[in-house]
Every structure is written in C-alpha cells, then in structure tokens.
C-alpha cells in the first residue's frame, strides 16, 4: 500500500493536512490529521486530484481526429505528463466516416484515461461555426449518435449542439437522459436556449466563444445558463479566448460550482510556433494564439493544467480554480463516481502541485 502524506484537496473543495491511502490504483482512505503530524518536506505537498478535460482536440502534434493510435497514444502521453488524467476529447465537423474511424480507434485503443468523446459537430450552426468547415455541417440525427456511441463501445458522452438548426430540440429530448447535450456554435437567443435546456441541454460549450454576444435587452446562451442551475459552462482560460474581467465575473454569475474549466486544445499545445492544422484547416499558431487565414481563432495552444494556473492568475481562488478543473467537468459529462475527486473509491489520480505537476500513482 502507498501513503501520501500532505495538504490534501479534500472533497470539500479545500485544503487539510492529510494522510491519502492507495492500493491497486484506488484510494482505499483519506484520513485527515493534524498540521504538526507532517514533517517539513510533507507540509510543502499539496495533493490534488488529477485534472479532468471534457473540451481538447489534441496536443503534442497529433489531434483526436487524426484517427489513429499513434495519435492517441501520444495525445494521452502529454496530457497524463502535464496533470491531466481523465480525457474526453472532441471530434471535429467531419463526414461520417471519418467520425466512425474516429470513434472505433478510439475504442480499440483501449487508453487508460479515456472516459469519454465530446461530438463537436457535425450539428452545428453554419453562421456560428468558427474553426469548423461548412461542407460538413449537418441536421441533428440521433441515430447518427447512436452508431457513434455504439462503435466507441459507449465512450460518448458529451454531443454539442446547436438548438435552433433542424431537428435539435427533438433530438435532445429523444437522447437527453444518455447523453449530455451542450449548446454550441450557435445562433440561439435566450428564448430557444431555454428551450434546449428544458428539452434536457445542460451543459455549454465554451461560453461566448461561437455564439450571439448578450446584451441587456437580449441575454441569448448566457442569460438562459445563468436562469438555469443544472447548467454547467465552459470557460478557455487561455488568455485569448476570454478577458480576465469576463472570467471573474463567469465566476460570480455561476459560482464555482458550474464552471468547467477547458483547455479546447489544438495539436500545436506543446509544440514550437509555426502552421499546423484543426478539422482540416490550416491554422497559424504564434505563442499560445492560434488562427486560421482568415484570423478566426482555431482552438488553444495551451493545456489544461495551465489554463487552471491563468485562472488563479485572474484572480479566482486557487480552491475554485481547482474545483473547476476536476470535480466539475467530471460531473459534467457523469463519471464523478470514478475520478474528480481524492476520495475513498476512486481511481488514484493524484498531482502534487508544483513549479511542474507530476501525477503520483
């Protein structure tokens, strides 16, 4: 049996001396104890759980929707070394074949980290569909789903959607109690985003990114998020896609209950500047900027773990920072009885935080 000893992130959300118990890649107990029981070296740990992305598209010059197990292996490879443990990475608006080769390689890969695929697309909005090419943009289909689900073995978890295109609203209501459907690249106002949310949407794909801007008058996605608690947003802390101000008060208006924190990461993420490619456009990245000729940004040049870090550097508590990066997102797309959280019963997805996180097993 291993013992970690140190600040632990309990499930409370905050820290307490500890004494973290694993066997067999669980954690079998988690016994708090007092500051004077740990030692000097002990005292500087902090354990939290390992980091749960349900928005990324690749990293270390391979994307998700390369199909392959090169491409996932090493995907998963930089992801687990920069903290994330959990994934659930996102396809792109493609033809269906490709979306079915997608899938079943992703199924066949057998990775240990892999607890779900994000459906970005194909049914989204063709004035809303930012990095996403137009060609391959269809109506809602649920059994298009259904055969993506079946072919991942039941690895689809998270289905983006635009709720005013053709057939949605239906959609959601059909397949809402198997899948969480977010509302996403969309031209939707408040009164149809309500609408896809009572239908049974609860969840937004990277709020304000790709969708109506809202106003006093015209609240659109956000106002109906907000109106509505089982909604969980979506919020790139990149430093790119959304203001400091912006991500502080997303904060206050959802609480850090229902904020997710993504990373929305593209296969540049860990790679030098230069031109690489997203659904099968060509995108420039320079830093951690990235974006198509036409300057539409194309995703995020930067991970997860970092993006927790940008959110502390804003001025969210690094508890909440935290909590949005684990706990949320895994109860976001439903696998919170498995990771998300250092608690007894749960896999052994341990960081202890510093200047680099390193996962401790």
Request: net charge negative.
């Amino acid at each position: 049996m291993l013992t970690l000893k140190g600040n632990v992130y309990t499930k409370d959300c905050v820290f307490e001396p500890g004494i973290i118990s694993i066997e067999d890649d669980m954690i079998v107990d988690v016994k708090l104890c007092d500051k004077q029981e740990l030692s000097g070296a002990e005292a500087e740990k902090y354990y939290i759980p390992g980091l749960v992305d349900v928005h990324f598209h690749g990293a270390a010059g391979y994307d998700f929707s390369d199909g392959t197990k090169e491409a996932y292996r090493a995907i998963e490879a930089y992801e687990n070394t920069h903290g994330i443990t959990t994934i659930c990475p996102a396809t792109m608006t493609l033809p269906e074949d490709e979306l079915c080769n997608i899938v079943q390689t992703a199924y066949d890969c057998k990775l240990a980290s892999l607890r779900g695929i994000h459906l970005e697309g194909p049914f989204i909005s063709k004035e809303k569909k930012g990095a996403q090419k137009e060609e391959h943009i269809i109506a809602a289909d649920a059994a298009l789903i259904e055969k993506l689900d079946e072919l991942s073995g039941g690895l689809v978890k998270l289905v983006s959607i635009a709720p005013e295109t053709e057939g949605a609203i239906d959609c959601i209501k059909r397949l809402s109690s198997r899948y969480h459907f977010s509302i996403a690249h969309t031209t939707a106002d408040y009164e149809v985003a309500c609408k896809a949310i009572e239908a049974g949407a609860d969840h937004v794909t990277h709020l304000y990114n790709a969708m109506p801007v809202s106003t006093h008058r015209a609240p659109s996605v956000l106002g109906a998020a907000a109106d509505h608690d089982s909604v969980y947003v979506e919020l790139i802390c990149d430093g790119i896609h959304v203001h400091p101000s912006v991500v502080r008060n997303t904060f206050k208006i959802f609480t850090d209950d229902r904020v997710v924190l993504i990373s929305d990461s593209m296969r540049a993420t860990g790679m030098p500047d230069g031109e690489y490619t997203l659904g099968g456009q060509d995108v420039t990245v320079k830093g951690t900027l990235a974006t198509l000729r036409d300057g539409t940004i194309a995703g995020s040049a930067t991970n997860l773990y970092d993006c927790m870090m940008n959110a502390v550097s804003m001025g969210i508590p690094l508890e909440s920072a935290i909590k949005a990066a684990t706990i949320n997102p895994a109860k976001s797309i439903g696998i919170d009885n498995i990771v998300g959280s250092i608690e007894p019963g749960k896999r052994a997805d341990i960081l202890c935080m510093g200047d680099c996180p390193r996962v401790v097993k």
